[in-house]
């Protein structure tokens, strides 16, 4: 995965995600994409393009248990989120939708600026940032989990194996 960073901080709730405003009057997961990240940069949405990656500080994700949060990230085109730490309930939602949540290394997150341009390699498991010449490694996902995240999800990766052992 190659995309542009896009830097947030600490505590970013499925609130700050996907107000709930849109969460409940919504039809569909495309509408809500739309208004990605509306309370905390109301510009957000728009600069969002596929492929870009969330880099965040610790606890990303905190809050609802809403799948919603992930799946709209998914929507809106971004490929995966780095961050220090996640809320438990964000991470496994995120693996359910195939979007790579990685917690990596404090001091590359804090040295990694808006606008950089990230590499992603899961199967090395290494987060290079490109405009810096900076590598950090993460914590290899389980064998089972890269493969739902290759899937595109749980969903696709139950109706191709048929089963989720």
Avoid: W
Avoid at 20 to 31: A, C, L, P
Avoid at 67 to 95: D, H, L, W, Y
């Amino acid at each position: 995965m190659r995309g542009k960073a896009i830097k947030l901080g600490d505590d970013i709730n499925t609130d700050l995600v996907i107000a709930g405003r849109y969460k409940f009057r919504s039809v569909t997961i495309e509408d809500m994409a739309k208004h990605i990240f509306e309370d905390l940069d109301p510009t957000l949405a728009a600069r969002i393009k596929p492929g870009d990656i969330i880099v965040a500080g610790k606890n990303f994700g905190c809050g609802s248990s809403r799948e919603q949060a992930p799946r709209v990230m998914v929507t809106a085109g971004i490929s995966a989120v780095i961050a220090k730490s996640f809320a438990r309930i964000f991470f496994r939602n995120s693996i359910n939708v195939g979007l790579p949540a990685i917690a990596v290394d404090p001091t590359f997150i804090d040295s990694t600026s808006d606008g950089d341009i990230l590499e992603i390699n899961l199967k090395e498991s290494t987060v290079k940032n490109v405009t810096k010449g900076l590598v950090t490694n993460f914590k290899p996902f389980p064998p089972q989990l890269m493969e739902i995240i290759e899937a595109g999800g749980l969903v696709p990766y139950v109706k191709k194996k048929g089963t989720l052992l």
